[in-house]
């Protein structure tokens, strides 16, 4: 039996724990590894995400914004004078807009707006800018300067949109015939309206109206003329001291309206005041009793009858009276009147006695069948409907003779004055481009030709010896009729408020043109002057003869005028 050596026990029990320290720590070793590798696998993970998506972003475009559907922007066409001048047009301008949900700064951002747009409203971008709303507009149809400023303030979440913008370069001289666009480049007023009416807002609505897709529209209307026209009126306004003044340039032979102004007007590239009621356009668009223009009507009414000529005569010495009202002259000659004589000197009397043998039905039937009753058709929308009593009776026959008791429209009013010397015929009017062919298709017969020889020669007549004499024009034979109406204040005539007209026709034998000139509430050009017709609407109408009549192809003729010139020749 062999004895076992304790010494060797010992060791070999020393050897075993060392044996089993080894494969703890080979066990431990590969646990740590395993965590390292678990570590490094996900930071991996984690850094390859965001790597991937950083590179998405990176081939990816800005997010597209959704801009409101609402406000799409429009082309529109050229609107151009009758001789190609450009009197609106399209400009491309920019619009500020902001996605409120990437601003950082709400305050800071309206802050830095302000120093560039100073009449920014504080508490209602604050309001648009704290929504969560993708889009809202700041401010539409910034200047080019504005929005470099605004670019250069670095402000997060703005930007800016390319739209549409309606710039008229003459500014007010035509406004109340180009009327006016809205924001959205949309026409709300004058031809701009009439345009989209005719099918350019359901071509915009299709997607069809594009700038290359659109032929410019041509209006009648020759822009030295209206220039003219604008320049005498607004000279009128200071002149005499009037809160009013309008007129307007008529083709005799076509009905085209050659120029046409109401003062005062409104810029529409800034109309911020077209709304405003003395801004009102009162040729069309306005009604007033026209005074002793009416006594043209009234004339050319009697002598078209067959039962008045030239040569007959009424009682004039004494006033009229008529249930309880007493019709008398303004400058009574006091003594019986021929025909010729009771239109130059606008007596009241004789022209109330003409009217009452024609009688109140045909007296209404005449103006009725002139126009002067219905609400005029052209294409202009702002167009006011006259206004005559329910039911007449003598005395408004009598008054309405010379000018008192229907109102009607001044452009209205001297479409059918044309009609009374161009031969008979009344033409619609148009603020489009007709021609005389055109013309003579739609003409209706009014009076008879001999009639308006009679009319022409009373208006020729009136400026040579009558109340028209200061609307004179050498070279052109002006002719017309002078209106002084006193206006209705409070339900009563006013003694001092007067609304003053002259009607135009030149060259008075065979007339081209018919100009009509109103001015309201005119006073004295000097002080102790009076403020009639003949002294401010009558020189008006002379001057815009005088300035337009070469333009407009007449020539002067100056082979009735006596006396022989003298020519030196050295």
């Known amino acids: 039996m062999s004895v076992l050596n304790p010494f060797k026990l010992r060791m070999r029990g020393a050897d075993a724990g060392k044996q089993g320290i080894q494969v703890k720590a080979k066990s431990g070793s590969v646990r740590s590894r395993s965590r390292i590798m678990l570590a490094m696998g996900v930071v991996f993970a984690v850094y390859g995400t965001i790597g991937g998506r950083l590179v998405q972003l990176g081939m990816t475009g800005e997010p597209v914004v959704a801009l409101p559907q ?26 500020l807009f902001a996605e ?9 951002a309206i802050e830095k707006l302000q120093t560039v747009l100073p009449d920014l409203d504080y508490t209602q971008t604050y309001r648009k800018l704290d929504s969560q709303a993708g889009f809202v507009w700041l401010r539409r149809q910034l200047s080019p300067r504005q929005q470099a400023d605004i670019l250069a303030l670095g402000i997060p979440g703005m930007g800016f949109r390319t739209e549409k913008r309606r710039f008229y370069p003459g500014g007010s001289t035509a406004s109340h015939i180009l009327g006016l666009v809205n924001i959205d480049n949309k026409g709300i ?47 009128a306004l200071e002149r005499y001291h009037a809160i009013a003044a309008a007129g307007a340039v008529i083709n005799a032979r076509t009905g085209e309206i050659l120029a046409m102004a109401s003062l005062p007007d409104y810029d529409p590239n800034n109309p911020y005041n077209a709304l405003e009621k003395d801004r009102l356009n009162r040729v069309s668009a306005g009604v007033f009793e026209m005074g002793s223009t009416f006594k043209l009507f009234t004339t050319a009414m009697a002598l078209d009858s ?71 058709q052209t294409e202009l929308p702002e167009v006011a409907t006259p206004t005559e009593p329910k039911e007449w009776k003598r005395l408004h026959s009598i008054t309405i003779s010379y000018g008192h008791g229907v109102a009607t429209t001044p452009l209205q009013t001297a479409v059918a004055a044309a009609a009374m010397v161009n031969g008979g015929k009344l033409f619609p ?6 021609t005389e062919e055109e013309a003579e298709q739609i003409a209706q017969q009014v009076i008879s030709p001999e009639t308006s020889a009679k009319i022409r020669y009373l208006f020729r007549l009136n400026v040579e010896t009558g109340s028209g004499k200061r609307a004179e024009a050498q070279g052109y034979y002006v002719g017309g009729k002078t209106g002084t109406a006193e ?59 005088r300035r337009t009549a070469a333009l407009l192809g007449v020539e002067p003729d100056f082979s009735h005028e006596s006396g022989a010139l003298l020519v030196s020749y050295q």
């Not at 409120?100 to 800071?108: G, K």
């Not at 006013?494 to 081209?512: L, Q, T």
């Not at 309201?520 to 109408?541: H, R, V």
């Open 306 to 376: 067959g039962k008045i000529g030239l040569n007959s005569t009424f009682d004039a010495s004494k006033p009229m009276r008529i249930g309880g009202f007493t019709i008398n002259d303004f400058h009574g000659k006091r003594r019986v009147l021929s025909v010729p004589e009771i239109f130059i000197y606008s007596s009241n009397i004789g022209t109330a006695k003409m009217a009452e043998v024609i009688g109140v039905e045909g007296h209404r039937a005449f103006l009725k069948k002139a126009g002067l009753l219905d609400r005029m």
């Open 429 to 434: 009017p148009t603020f489009l481009p007709r």
């Open 189 to 235: 007023a004058g031809m701009e309206k009439y345009i989209d009416d005719q099918g350019l807002a359901d071509l915009q609505a299709l997607g069809l109206a594009g700038p290359d897709t659109l032929e410019p529209v041509k209006l009648s209307i020759d822009l030295r003329a209206q220039h003219v026209l604008h320049d005498e009126l607004a000279d």
């Open 487 to 545: 206006k209705v204040v409070n339900g009563r005539y006013s003694n001092n408020k007067r609304f003053n007209a002259f009607i135009a026709a030149y060259p008075s034998n065979d007339p081209d043109y018919v100009v009509a000139i109103v001015v309201d509430e005119p006073e004295g050009e000097k002080p102790g002057m009076a403020a009639t017709s003949g002294l401010n609407a009558a020189p008006i109408a002379g001057n815009v003869i």
């Open 100 to 108: 409120p949900r990437r601003i950082v700064d709400i305050d800071e």
């Open 70 to 95: 609402t406000r799409p922007t429009a082309s529109r066409p050229d609107i151009l004078d009758r001789n190609g001048q450009v009197l609106a047009t399209d400009i491309k301008t920019a619009s």
